[in-house]
């Protein structure tokens, strides 16, 4: 068998083209960047950037146009210890990218995407992957038809082989739209953020994770990150577990902050971590990512113990207990 890959991450990958300027600016004038640069973007990219970033051995599926951005994509994967070995490359298509204003004055990041024609990962492409490497699979609330027939996949799975490993599936549910709402009721572990909260007319974190919990998979850990305000977790039948946020001195860079926190619970949770340490945990890794630029800036973070803002030494000794 191959080496185990602790984590898998399914979702989009895409070209980030970054703009920073010093203030975002007015509809129809000229306006001069201070610097621009490429990342590699996308939720399920983001989460594998930081799982590697913290030592677990991360691998990401989904689909690569066969373009001209597709050896920065998988070069940047390598450059963070992501396994790009599952990757399905697509011709005849462009790269997905997103256009992204990041503002000195604020910290905001107003993102402009486009797809021209990227295919989204099939079934049949999921269903070549060998699962029993995997302790964890988790799924970008997106392709919302394939993804919900991938986890019968993955349940299939656990069931034929309750003797060994039992594989934990996790979703994250995002944007504003009613069609993830099939994806509720499918993992062990969901994800759901603010913008769908509200769209759904909860208005806050308690309220969100105690009405969801009485539509998700049975004993499903649902976890609610909430922006300044921190974020909340809890299953059904038990109390709910709460951290505050952690924010840095100054707003920096929110881009791929929640795929921080996301990426941050999976990890901590995966090694068996308490719910209360996981999303302290968690809540303070996103609150590191805001203060700095890009993932380098985050590496350097997470390699420097002596941090006592917004790191803590329990953060720190987390991270090494991990690696």
């Not at 051995?57 to 597709?70: C, F, Q, V, W």
């Not at 993992?187 to 603010?194: A, G, I, R, T, W």
């Not at 909860?202 to 309220?207: I, K, R, V």
């Amino acid at each position: 068998m191959s080496e185990q890959l602790d984590i898998l991450c399914v979702g989009l990958s895409c070209l980030d083209i970054i703009n920073e300027v010093s203030y975002y600016p007015e509809e129809d004038m000229d306006c001069r960047c201070v610097a621009q640069w490429w990342q590699r973007g996308g939720n399920a990219a983001n989460n594998c950037t930081v799982l590697g970033l913290l030592g677990a051995r991360p691998a990401y599926l989904g689909t690569i146009a066969d373009s001209h951005e597709k050896r920065f994509l998988l070069d940047d994967f390598a450059k963070y210890g992501v396994n790009t070995d599952h990757v399905v490359e697509v011709g005849g298509c462009s790269c997905p990218t997103s256009c992204v204003i990041l503002s000195q004055t604020t910290g905001s990041r107003t993102i402009i995407h486009a797809n021209a024609g990227l295919p989204e990962l099939s079934v049949d492409d999921f269903s070549k992957v060998d699962l029993t490497v995997f302790d964890w699979i988790h799924f970008e609330g997106r392709n919302v038809a394939n993804v919900v027939k991938m986890i019968e996949v993955v349940r299939k799975h656990n069931q034929k082989h309750q003797d060994s490993k039992s594989i934990t599936i996790s979703v994250e549910v995002e944007k504003a739209k009613a069609e993830l709402d099939a994806l509720i009721p499918l993992p062990d572990v969901l994800f759901v953020s603010k913008d769908y909260a509200k769209f759904k007319g909860f208005s806050n974190m308690a309220e969100t994770v105690e009405k969801i919990q009485t539509q998700a998979y049975p004993g499903c850990l649902v976890i609610c990150p909430w922006g300044e305000a921190g974020a909340t977790m809890g299953r059904e039948g038990s109390e709910l577990v709460k951290s505050p946020a952690f924010p840095p001195t100054k707003v920096v860079d929110t881009l791929g902050a929640g795929d921080t926190f996301n990426a941050a619970t999976i990890f901590a949770l995966s090694r068996g971590y308490s719910h209360s340490s996981s999303i302290t945990f968690a809540c303070r890794l996103a609150g590191a990512k805001v203060g700095v630029q890009g993932w380098e800036a985050f590496r350097q973070i997470l390699c420097d113990s002596n941090l006592s803002t917004p790191l803590t030494s329990s953060t720190s000794e987390l991270i090494g207990r991990g690696s």
